[in-house]
């Protein structure tokens, strides 16, 4: 029997368990939005109560979003301890045991920096808080993949991505990465608005940052929401967030334009490189949006959430994409007695599903 006929349900679930991480990261978005990340100024305990016992009519204001957002932690957190068990006890595949081991670690790393955030009150471990839970969905994501019938080897038939083709998309991969991190950098230490104009950026292509133009724009600004002063490594970072938004936007562009022209065209990857460039522009739209509205706290939010999802379409394509190589290659390799992995050829089991 297949793995996702077997495991069905354990691929729901895990589907599941993303999809609630996806949801949790927009309500983390909105904590940082709002400010409201030191609203509650104990933990795990919430204003001295037990976290879960806390009265819901005192969820109010930054409150409401800070406890909410740990209340949704704690129901992933059990999603993932679950989804791990699940995994030791059913799953045939070594890695993907460990995987879901890997996954329950990574969320309680997530939850003690949460708190740490909280308790110590550094500003700078948002910006980890906020890395992580990118990677952590992606792994929750590659679990559902992994345990799903597209993973299965004969969905991979009639198509193979060239080396070259993958290459593009594990860069595109890494840069919106990249993007994430600055853009958590960007969130994390007030830099957001450091740039008020787009897409110029203090009229210019590339604003000055000398103490007399500093000086100025400081003296100009008011804004409640930024009370500390623009310094040059905000512009810098901001500046540097929107350079490489052209970057990653000119690869996704260059692997669209790649998968269109490839022999492969058929192959769904294509379909996939043309979702991810519109998803990336709908992103730049977002991140322009966020200037424009003032960083609004919604607009920020779809743009973190928009960025999230790019970065699980990027390295899941990177994934299948890759897969299908190492599947053509073992094919390949292995006629004309294989006409589909996994089975027993010549005594030996190929086993494509420990892949
Ligand atoms: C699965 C667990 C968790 C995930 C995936 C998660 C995710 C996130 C995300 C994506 C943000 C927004 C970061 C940004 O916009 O840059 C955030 C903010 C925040 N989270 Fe979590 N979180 C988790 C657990 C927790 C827990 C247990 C706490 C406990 C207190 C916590 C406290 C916070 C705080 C205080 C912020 C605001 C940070 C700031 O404004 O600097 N989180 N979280
Ligand atoms: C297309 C590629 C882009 C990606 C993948 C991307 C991704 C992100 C992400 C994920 C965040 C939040 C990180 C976090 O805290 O978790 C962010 C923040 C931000 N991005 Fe982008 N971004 C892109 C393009 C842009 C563009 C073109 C602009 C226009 C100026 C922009 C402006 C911003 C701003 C202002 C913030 C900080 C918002 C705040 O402080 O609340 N982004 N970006």
């Not at 679930?13 to 400010?35: K, M, N, P, R, Y």
């Not at 879901?100 to 009150?121: D, E, H, N, S, Y």
């Not at 992580?132 to 009639?158: K, M, N």
């Not at 994409?321 to 004309?336: E, F, K, M, T, W």
Request: aromatic letters at 10%; charged letters at 15%.
């Amino acid at each position: 029997m297949g793995e996702f006929r077997k495991n069905r349900w354990l691929n729901r679930f895990a589907i599941f368990s993303a999809v609630a991480t996806w949801f949790l990261i927009g309500l983390g978005g909105l904590v940082t939005s709002h400010e409201a990340g030191m609203a509650v100024p104990d933990w795990p305990t919430t204003y001295g109560y037990n976290m879960f016992l806390f009265p819901p009519s005192q969820w109010i204001g930054g409150i409401l979003y800070e406890h909410s957002h740990r209340l949704l932690a704690s129901f992933v957190g059990l999603l993932t301890t679950i989804l791990a068990i699940w995994l030791w006890l059913t799953e045939d595949r070594r890695w993907l045991r460990w995987l879901g081991v890997a996954a329950f670690l990574a969320v309680v790393l997530q939850g003690i920096l949460g708190g740490l955030r909280v308790k110590l009150m550094i500003d700078q471990l948002g910006i980890f808080h906020a890395a992580l839970a990118h990677v952590f969905l992606v792994l929750l994501c590659f679990i559902a993949l992994v345990t799903s019938r597209a993973w299965e080897p004969v969905r991979f038939t009639g198509w193979s991505v060239p080396g070259a083709t993958v290459s593009l998309i594990w860069i595109a991969t890494g840069l919106i990465f990249t993007q994430l991190v600055l853009g958590a950098s960007m969130r994390h230490q007030h830099a957001g608005l450091a740039v008020p104009d787009f897409p110029l950026a203090y009229g210019q292509l590339w604003p000055s940052t000398d103490e007399v133009f500093l000086e100025k724009i400081n003296r100009e600004r008011i804004d409640p929401l930024e009370p500390n002063p623009i310094r040059a490594s905000h512009i810098h970072l901001h500046m540097t967030h929107r350079l490489g938004a052209l970057t990653a936007l000119s690869v996704v562009v260059a692997l669209a334009w790649r998968t269109r022209r490839s022999v492969m065209g058929t192959a769904p990857v294509r379909r996939y490189a043309m979702g991810l460039l519109v998803l990336m522009v709908i992103q730049a739209g977002f991140g322009a949006w966020t200037v424009w509205s003032n960083k609004a706290a919604d607009v920020a939010t779809v743009h973190v959430l928009l960025g999230a999802t790019g970065l699980v379409a990027a390295s899941l394509t990177g994934v299948l994409s890759a897969r299908s190589g190492v599947l053509a290659r073992i094919g390949s390799s292995r006629a004309p007695f294989v006409r589909n992995v996994g089975v027993k050829i010549n005594g030996e089991n190929l086993a494509a599903n420990t892949l």
